[in-house]
């Protein structure tokens, strides 16, 4: 990103027909996006979601709520139009693709999605590595790839990241415990709502993993391919594949920004085009956006997944992006300014 | 507004696709809009922002940043598409209506505003009322019956609330300090920008006001008379409108909250059709929340009005109907549902 254009920017958002600094976040979201595009006429209206799926392992140490099987049926749902994120996108005019990262079964041919599966779930992280080094490449790639080619063929430009994946939040704990060095109890939550004795499990599996695999918090691919998952893979890919392409990209909750923290430990100049959608209810997701010092645009207690929250915030982000461009200076307008 | 069509909307939610309770805010704003509309089926996207002008008496004790004149050089701004409030309804879908509530002077005929002037400006209340109680009532009663027959007439689904009027965050924090009895200093800000002797001056001039005028919390059209505003007047009358005509309203930051704080003293009923759309800059905005025991939508770090905050939030409101309606049961689904 350009920090010329960024100046550029607060100028013109200084001299607007409004008391300055008014408009708060929208205005800091302006200004970056100045710097993504190297422009103050930024057109963001052709969005797109990749919703991300995968399984895990340690889902037989019991660490969710949910069978792994509805990870497959979840999958089945987005491609039908049924599910949150499909309600969301639609409602923000955002398309919406759906990537097998690596489901543990195979998907029907017929099924409308991306196939970039690295391989079918990843193995229990409690016993060794979730998956190899070059699966974790792979997926990075995938991820990558798909974000490039839909900007560069299909003209997209805002791009978000979604997860879905049956206890996808353990590994991304366990990600965020290699990366803060935080007490692992500390930064694991209920996912999605399970009682103290799972809780116990989770955090027990954690531990284990870390203890088993010791990931090197200097090597992000290590640590992505010991305790990560295919999903989270693709997710911080895709991250890359934005700051790439120099398009803004718009992380969803908990697991895609396990999966941007990943990203902006491999190359921490993505963090320049990466935005986090909202607050999710996981109380790691706090430490999370300390580390990548960026602000959740939107706090709404949500803690679903699928891309829900990029869904609701791409809108605000593309409004910010009207702001800097459409509201009139105090020139333009003929309106008394008094330099407040 | 009906709780049992509350209930059936969290029958509804908590069957759905997804973990219980995992859309947070935006399940208790679904289920609130099922009982005013008293159905799952609720249509939102008619949706329509009233931005109510008026001028204050008050600006001439130097409580704000900006002269008077800016009230109808932004009104102007408005009815061209310039500022903020055009650029963000744009974006969101929403039309806008400009309303001269009370701007101190005669604005040209060829201006495409709605005419409810009741006053020009409000008197300095600091000696004495702000205007009769004859006056606000008028005010009210202009206010709700824009709304009644934008609904009745036009079929707007979606009411939004916004305030043009320099020096207007006096009065909203005098109106305040009747209600909640808090220290003036405590809940009084720095409005479009003052610095400390201004806002020494804006602190005295409403302990003067509560002084010289002693308005009756106990009589909301006593304080509306002696210490509001004429646009407060008609952004109180839009909530009691909108509630008469059973739809929901979105008030937007400070001064639209406090005048919906008079609408709900004056009709406990109306904050069932009520949502705060962003946590205003303001400090005295988390006060007025707590009393309507309202959490705000957004928390973006605004503090601009004309309605910017209502005019990002209404269509995260317009999601909470599409989430409700159309995110599919386990049941419908075919999604193996676990209960949490």
Redesign the interface.
């Known amino acids: 990103a350009d920090a010329s254009w960024e100046e550029k920017a607060w100028n013109r958002l200084k001299s607007?027909?409004?008391?300055?600094?008014?408009?708060?976040?929208?205005e800091n979201i302006a200004a970056r996006l100045a710097a993504i595009k190297r422009s103050l006429d930024i057109e963001l209206s052709k969005k797109l979601i990749f919703t991300m799926a995968g399984d895990h392992g340690v889902a037989e140490e019991g660490v969710s709520?949910?069978?792994q099987?509805?990870t497959s049926?979840?999958v089945f749902?987005f491609i039908?139009g049924?599910?949150?994120i499909?309600?969301?996108a639609?409602?923000?005019g955002i398309d919406v693709r759906v990537v097998d990262m690596g489901v543990a079964s195979d998907l029907p041919e017929d099924w409308n999605i991306v196939r970039k599966k690295i391989r079918y779930g990843t193995a229990n992280f409690t016993k060794g590595p979730a998956m190899t080094r070059e699966e974790a490449e792979k997926g990075l790639l995938a991820g990558a790839e798909l974000v490039v080619k839909a900007v560069k063929e299909e003209g997209y430009q805002l791009i978000g990241t979604g997860d879905m994946g049956i206890a996808n939040t353990t590994p991304s704990s366990a990600i965020l415990a290699v990366f803060s060095g935080r007490p692992v109890a500390e930064i694991t939550g209920r996912?999605?709502?399970?009682d103290d004795q799972a809780f116990q499990k989770k955090v027990q599996a954690i531990e284990r993993a870390l203890s088993v695999n010791s990931p090197s918090p200097e090597d992000p691919i290590d640590v992505l391919a010991k305790v990560g998952g295919c999903e989270i893979a693709g997710l911080a890919g895709a991250v890359l594949g934005a700051a790439a392409s120099k398009v803004p990209v718009v992380c969803d909750g908990f697991i895609a920004t396990a999966g941007a923290l990943i990203a902006v430990k491999l190359a921490p100049a993505a963090k320049d085009y990466l935005f986090i959608s909202h607050r999710s209810?996981e109380p790691g997701h706090k430490v999370m956006s300390d580390i990548l010092e960026l602000p959740p645009?939107?706090?709404?207690?949500?803690?679903?997944g699928?891309g829900?929250g990029a869904a609701?915030a791409m809108?605000?982000v593309?409004?910010a992006a009207?702001?800097l461009k459409?509201?009139?200076t105090f020139e333009?307008?003929?309106?008394?300014d008094?330099g407040?």
């Open positions: 607007q027909i409004r008391p300055r600094g008014s408009l708060g976040l929208l709520a949910y069978p099987e509805v049926q979840m749902a039908q049924w599910a949150s499909n309600v969301l639609r409602h923000g996912g999605t709502g399970i209810g645009i939107l706090d709404l207690g949500m803690r679903l699928e829900t609701l809108p605000i593309e409004a009207k702001v459409e509201i009139k333009e307008a003929g309106v008394t008094t407040h």
